[in-house]
Each structure stands twice: as structure tokens, then as C-alpha cells.
């Protein structure tokens, strides 16, 4: 079971978003909330999986409650799925940056948000169509943003760089595989290898990691 937090300072919205999570048996709401400050107190209390969370709020917005959500060991097993009308590149870049492991816009239909809570409690990553690679490699990787110690890296295989970078390029395990002649299994097995060793909690992290680095770089 799927545990869920919803927060958006719409009440009419969260009870559409609760509607159609509710409809599906693997999944459960657990908690809502109208503001970031109420986010963080859900999650701190609650440990959901997964946090359904809008950005634009009064008080706190929904990007800097993930940033608290994120950076706190306590919570390091839920995962944020940014849901919001502004879908737009510094929003994108700003959620990734502070921790959230995927973004969609709000007009986005049941199945897709459904596949997308079941797709991040899994640990990957999740973009809209509109946050494309172009867009996240130029906030990611901008000269004026401190670089990560590029020697944070050096724990990696050969091999676990190669699948870093294709992971960073936005391909899945399946797509990993097939570009280095690999079975499906054992390109998952890199990517958690990957992530257990670079201490991130999901595939978007990897991506932050491998573009602030300097692993891969824009264009």
C-alpha cells in the first residue's frame, strides 16, 4: 500500500486529487494539507511514501517545504511529487534542486498522476513532457551555481559513471540496457549501486548530482 499525503491550499482541488487516488486499491491517503508549513508537520508525523505537493501557497511554498522534507534523515524515505499549473524551467529546476522527485503539470489525466506516485514510490524519477533535458542541464549546470565536489564520483565504477550519465540524459533502465548491451536487471542493479554509494534517494538526484559535478554537461 501506497501511503499519501495531499497539499494544496485548494480544497476543491485536493478533494479531486484524493478522488482518484483514493479509486485506486494499492494506494492511501493519509493526510492533507493547505501550506507548506503543513506539509512538513505531515511529514514529520505521518512518514507517508509519497507527498502530492502544489507550489504556489500562502506562507510557505511548496519548493521550500520539499527542501525541509529532503534535507531531513528522518524523513528520507518519503519522496515529493511536485504537481502544479506553473510549469515552467526555473520551477522545474528549483523542485529538482530541493529534492523532489518528480514534477507534472496539473492538467495531467488520473492515469498519468497514478502512474506517476506508483513510478517515484519506486525510487525513479518522474518529468513532464515539458521539463526536457535541455532545460534542466541549463539551471542545473549554470556557471553562477557552486559546483558538487566532482571527486564525490570517484566511488564509481567505470562502468556506474557510464550508466550515471545515461540516467542524467533521462534514459530508463530498459533504454540503459540497450544501449550497453545489457540486461534490464543489471541496469538497475548499477543505478541502485550508483545512488546507495553517492547517498542520493532517487533518479532525479542522480541527475542534479551528474550535471552539477561536471559528469555530464550541457548539449
Known sequence: MISVVIVDD????RGGFRAIISSDPQ??????????????????RLHPDVVVMDIRMPGMDGITATEIICSDQNCSSTRILILTTFELDEHVAAALRAGASGFLGKGVAPTELLDGIRMIAR??????????????SRFLASPDRPDSDPERLSV????EREVVALVADGLSNDEIAVRL??????AKTHVNRAMLKLGVRDRAALVVLAYRSGLVTPG
Do not use: D, H, W
Not at 525510487?123 to 534542466?136: D, K, N, Q, V
Open 10 to 13: 485548494q480544497a476543491l482541488i
Open 156 to 159: 564509481l565504477t567505470v562502468r
Open 123 to 136: 525510487g525513479e524519477s518522474l518529468l513532464s513532457p515539458a521539463a526536457t533535458r535541455s532545460l534542466i
Open 181 to 186: 548491451v545489457l540486461s534490464p536487471l543489471t
Open 27 to 44: 494506494m492511501q491517503v493519509v493526510g492533507e494539507g493547505e501550506s507548506g508549513e503543513q506539509a512538513v508537520e505531515l511529514v514529520a
